[in-house]
């Protein structure tokens, strides 16, 4: 059995977003059935919509950033019931056996990866999985995550399933907290979502950024301080004063300057992804200093619960605008102009507009 789904896809790298209907899997014994509320819009959407990765899957129905509330529960489900607040993130499933899983780290899944929540394996029906930007979605227990803000608050809940935790993973595993120097690189929808979390994790944010104009939002988001990137004496005086460097953005720069600015032991994670490489950084930077330069994906479910109840606790949500789904189309061509403060999201009972 399966229900029909309504949608917004496209069905190919060129043409636009349109209505789409497909079908979702029936509720099995594990599965959570939930009618979605708002979807978040992530870069990845307009990256894999528009083939700037490889391996796009068409149709494709994008969104990975997903709240809504619980319709149906399997009879095995344990951890939630009908009526509740949900949210679903960037994956729906994982191998569930390799190390990787068994430490709850699914996103780095070794036995058949993790299955995306769009352009993923569709174990269940085949073909391959559909995302957010509909009207309902249907996914076992184990990746399903409770939502504890207020319901007045959920359009701006829905991005912290994927930038929320992005900045989070990596601010926690590298143990950022009161007495460090954070630098975040980029104020867009994950950096404003980094200075948020690490300013709530009782660090000193400094944001690094190319747009002057940014600093007084950098400075409301939690920030202390504002180095414009551009300018090599405001880089010279960073030099040698960070702890750890979260970067976030996703187009290709030099990252030697901002390597410089950490400390000896300190580290630059990477969150963001460019369609193409980053020019190769001085290896002297490093070795001179000991210092360190990583990567870091999403999180793992439980890492996730995390920092959901860690949002809810000191009552950070993202900053968005709300659209319609029907807008979808000028809300990518805003974005690609980062002329969006600081993510959409989307407000899933428009669809009915096209019932």
Known sequence: ???????????????????????????????????????????????????????????????????????????????????????????VDSCGTCPSCHEGEEQYCTGTGFVGTYNGADTVLGGHTFGGYSDHIVVDEGFVLRIGHDEKDLAAVAPLLCAGITTYSPLKHWKVGPGQKVGVVGLGGLGHMGVKIAAALGAEVTVFTTSPNKREDALRLGATDVIVSRDADQMAAAAGTFDFILNTVAAPHDLDPLLAALKRDGTMVLVGVPDSAHPSPSVGNLIFRRRALAGSLIGGIAETQEMLDFCQQHGLTADVEVIPIQQIEDAYARMVKSDVKYRFSIDMQSLKQDA
Request: negative net charge; hydrophobic residues 40%; glycine residues 10%.
């Open 1 to 91: 059995m399966t229900t029909t789904a309504r949608s917004y896809a496209v069905q190919d790298a060129h043409t636009p977003f349109a209505p789409f209907s497909f079908e979702r899997r029936d509720v099995g014994p594990r599965d959570v059935a939930i009618d979605i509320l708002f979807c978040g819009i992530c870069h990845s959407d307009l990256h894999t919509a528009r083939s700037e990765w490889d391996g796009t899957l068409y149709p494709c129905v994008p969104g990975h950033e997903i709240v809504g509330r619980v319709t149906v529960v399997g009879p095995e489900v344990t951890k939630f019931a009908v009526g509740d607040i949900a949210g679903v993130g960037c994956m």
